[in-house]
T-cell receptor, first 109, second 117 residues
Framework: GEDVEQSLFLSVREGDSSVINCTYT??????LYWYKQEPGAGLQLLTY?????DMKQDQRLTVLLNKKDKHLSLRIADTQTGDSAIYFC?????????FGTGTRLKVLA | GAGVSQSPRYKVTKRGQDVALRCDPI?????LYWYRQALGQGPEFLTY????????KSGLPNDRFSAERPEGSISTLTIQRTEQRDSAMYRC???????????????FGPGTRLTVL
């Protein structure tokens, strides 16, 4: 079945690195996405990784993909209070996105 | 210019009333999607359109839910005889295409938060 799993909560201190993990199910996914949801705001595409890549770096963000284990992670370096939000990984089905439950990141000053 | 817009942003209604939620996609986007997001959950697919054709409505919970996109642009999601369990954030997204490519990247609107009393 279709099921994307994430841990629900993560708390880190400002300046530390955050790592948010996700396991997905569809091995044929071409892309995998990370979205950020802030209170009162829409879903913002944060970054994506093409399925033939192992890693993608984008400023403070690093995405790691382990296709064998169907594991995706998002690392945020030098986490700031503005990074506090809910982070969703998503895999595109044939046309509909399958989202994880979201990981609520809390950054402590 | 603008991204996906939705209206109203907030809707409070009484049980049994009908509601209509509007989505205005990014201009030129062929595909339009509706999702529902319950509190503490990720968005779940409801239905999607290519142009004006509804391609898949398998995610609609029951026949009280319907959607249309008559001219291939703006879409309306209608919930008849609302129930308290319909309370959720309803999100709309659009994409250039629906094929598995970078062009299928979905852009999300801010959502409509529906509260049924």
């Amino acid at each position: 079945g279709e099921d994307v799993e994430q841990s629900l909560f993560l708390s880190v201190r400002e300046g530390d690195s955050s790592v948010i993990n996700c396991t997905y199910t569809d091995s044929s996914s071409t892309y995998l996405y990370w979205y950020k949801q802030e209170p009162g705001a829409g879903l913002q595409l944060l970054t994506y990784i093409f399925s033939n890549m192992d890693m993608k770096q984008d400023q403070r963000l690093t995405v790691l993909l382990n296709k064998k284990d169907k594991h995706l992670s998002l690392r945020i370096a030098d986490t700031q209070t503005g990074d506090s939000a809910i982070y969703f990984c998503a895999e595109p089905g044939t046309y509909k996105y399958i989202f994880g439950t979201g990981t609520r990141l809390k950054v402590l000053a | 210019g603008a991204g996906v817009s939705q209206s109203p942003r907030y809707k409070v209604t009484k049980r049994g009333q009908d509601v209509a939620l509007r989505c205005d996609p990014i201009s030129g986007h062929v595909s339009l999607y509706w999702y529902r997001q319950a509190l503490g959950q990720g968005p779940e697919f409801l239905t999607y359109f290519n142009y004006e054709a509804q391609q898949d409505k398998s995610g609609l919970p029951n026949d009280r839910f319907s959607a249309e996109r008559p001219e291939g642009s703006i879409s309306t999601l209608t919930i008849q005889r609302t129930e308290q369990r319909d309370s959720a954030m309803y999100r709309c997204a659009s994409s250039l295409t629906s094929t598995r490519s970078r062009a299928s990247e979905q852009f999300f609107g801010p959502g409509t938060r529906l509260t049924v009393l």
